[in-house]
Nanobody, 125 residues
Framework: QVRLRESGGGSVQAGQSLKLSCTATGVSWSSNCMGWFRQVPGQKRQGVAAISAGDSLPYYAGSTKGRFTISQDHAKNSVYLQMDNLEPEDTAMYYC??????????????????WGQGTQVTVSA
């Protein structure tokens, strides 16, 4: 079973940066796509970014394009989310996800079988 552990969240001011990390343990063949969702209390989960394990092809949701960068390190079984020029609207709980998908994208949260516990990101104006 795949287990995901996030780190790197925190409180910053608008315009600053944070880098989230997610380390996966378990059987690698059970997932070919890793990514990030975020959720604000009372709202639906929102896809942020995803990356294909095989060819490292990234996918970005609309609001984060150009500001967030997803990457991975196979040797460390880790995925990263570099978040630059953060905005107060980015405040949310960020969840690392992994799954076996035909197309690696963070469109449907139900496609991801594995979820981390989440790490809080708070951006003040």
């Amino acid at each position: 079973q795949v287990r995901l552990r996030e780190s790197g969240g925190g409180s910053v001011q608008a315009g600053q940066s944070l880098k989230l990390s997610c380390t996966a343990t378990g059987v690698s063949w059970s997932s070919n796509c890793m990514g990030w969702f975020r959720q604000v209390p009372g709202q639906k989960r929102q896809g942020v970014a995803a990356i294909s394990a095989g060819d490292s092809l990234p996918y970005y949701a609309g609001s984060t394009k150009g500001r967030f960068t997803i990457s991975q390190d196979h040797a460390k079984n880790s995925v990263y989310l570099q978040m630059d020029n953060l905005e107060p609207e980015d405040t949310a709980m960020y969840y690392c996800v992994a799954g076996l998908l035909s197309i690696c994208a963070v469109v449907d949260e139900h496609e991801f079988q594995y979820w981390g516990q989440g790490t809080q990101v708070t951006v003040s104006a």
